[in-house]
């Protein structure tokens, strides 16, 4: 077990509406990083934040947005979700060393 | 061209066999070189870092040719429990967390 929890495992959701997904980092961890990752592809760097400051975004529209809070769990919101945001997002945490640890994920569907 | 491109795979291989998969980066400023394991329906775990000078970690061997822009493992005496996808990731710099993934290779090991 990594120690990074993602929650929630399962959801579905329908075609503009909105989700939150939510992770707890590993003790000690300071920076969370998300990922999305679509069926049958690597994963894909959403954004990443460190100390409660967002650190670094991949290629993703704004309505990808996140926040990390004081203890540096960590939260992702998609607006007006669409059919492609289907996948699996995952959570990863790291320390000073650069190693990710990943979260089981969040397997999102919408209809 | 894709960031990082691997073996399209699947490999499927008796027990014992030596199996070796093969990636190439196409941003020659990419700093830092892994490969991860991902198995079904889990989240991506660390195997091993890659080294410049090459490294091995039981029967796993992973090499690095900056010039060529390519990274390889290779693994020995597979073993049913190697079964899993394998992905070539690559830190392009800047945040720690902003890793490049493969799409993954596939390697099913049959008894």
């Known amino acids: 077990e990594t120690g990074v929890t993602q929650s929630p495992t399962h959801l579905i959701k329908t075609r503009g509406q909105q989700v939150t997904l939510r992770c707890s980092s590993q003790?000690?961890?300071?920076?969370v990083s998300w990922y999305q990752q679509a069926l049958g592809q690597g994963p894909q760097f959403i954004f990443q934040?460190?100390?409660?400051?967002?650190?670094g975004r991949g290629n993703f529209p704004p309505r990808f947005s996140g926040l990390q809070f004081p203890n540096y769990s960590s939260e992702l919101n998609v607006n007006a979700l669409e059919l492609d945001d289907s996948a699996l997002y995952l959570c990863?945490?790291?320390?000073?060393?650069?190693?990710?640890?990943f979260g089981e994920g969040s397997r999102l569907t919408v209809l | 061209r894709k960031e990082v491109e691997q073996d399209p795979g699947p490999f499927n291989v008796p027990e014992g066999a030596t199996v070796a998969f093969n990636c190439t980066y196409s941003?020659?400023?990419?700093?830092?070189f892994f490969w991860y394991r991902q198995d079904c329906r889990k989240e991506p775990k660390l195997l091993m870092s890659?080294?410049?000078s090459g490294n091995e970690d039981g029967r796993f061997t992973a090499q690095l040719n900056r010039a060529s822009q390519y990274i390889s493992l290779l693994i020995r005496d597979s073993k049913l429990s190697d079964s899993a996808t394998y992905l070539c990731?690559?830190?392009?710099?800047?945040?720690?967390?902003?890793?490049?993934f493969g799409k993954g290779t596939k390697l099913s090991v049959k008894p």
């Open positions: 990863a945490s790291s320390s000073h060393t650069g190693e990710l640890f």
């Open positions: 003790s000690g961890h300071n920076t």
């Open positions: 934040y460190y100390r409660e400051e967002e650190n």
């Open positions: 941003n020659s400023a990419s700093q830092s």
């Open positions: 890659v080294y410049s």
């Open positions: 990731v690559v830190n392009v710099g800047g945040s720690q967390g902003n890793l490049i």
